[in-house]
């Protein structure tokens, strides 16, 4: 059931008498192009909250939102064509939408396209991709984006081998939000750089040698 129209003389919109003003004020606002309002709506059908569920109302109303600039109705489009259980699954589309949404500043969806890069379940594995879109999620402010390229850094994985580098990224993932077992990891692999710089400098007396030092 439609839940909203205009009619050919432009009257007011015309909804189900179950709605409530709130719910009027939304839809009306989805019909004028905001983003925000546009993705609630696509949430709504997708729930079913108040309508019958309907995911492809849903994704119309995800993409009208995604190309009016909204990163996480991309996202959201994004994952449904990946988990594909409410929609077909294509691959294809989910990685156009991640790359929409990492287009937009979401670091999820970089995060995101990182890993399936670095898999290569559903593309070709290509390192320097997921390098790519690892650093940029790491610069962005993920920090399981952080750990993942400060661990790339570390083995030369698509990237050259940077362990001061890597150190660098490991202690900024630990300054955000990881998970418990991430944590770990980090503080493991943070220790274990760590030494190996300090052993480096030992073997290299000239390396800790201030500019007075060095002149002299």
Sequence with gaps: MTVHRWNKLSQAAVFPESFSEEMKALF????????????????????????????????????????????SAALSLARLFSRGDLTDKDNDTAIKWYETAASLGDSRAMHRLGGIYAKGKIVAKDLSLAVFWFRKAAKAGDAAAQLVYGLMLRDGKGVEVDLQ????????????????????????????LTTTSQTDSVSDPNINMTKNETAA
Excluded at 53 to 71: C, D, F, L, P, Q
Excluded at 173 to 188: R, V, W, Y
């Design 28 to 71: 009306a606002s989805a019909a004028k192009a905001d983003p925000n309002a546009q993705a609630e709506v696509a949430s709504i059908y997708l729930r079913g909250d108040g309508v019958r569920v309907n995911i492809s109302e849903a994704i119309r109303w995800y993409e009208k939102s995604a190309n009016n600039g909204n990163a």
């Design 165 to 192: 580098g890597a150190l660098n990224w490991i202690n900024r993932s630990l300054e955000g939000e990881l998970i418990d077992e991430n944590k770990i990891m980090a503080q493991k692999v943070k220790r274990s």
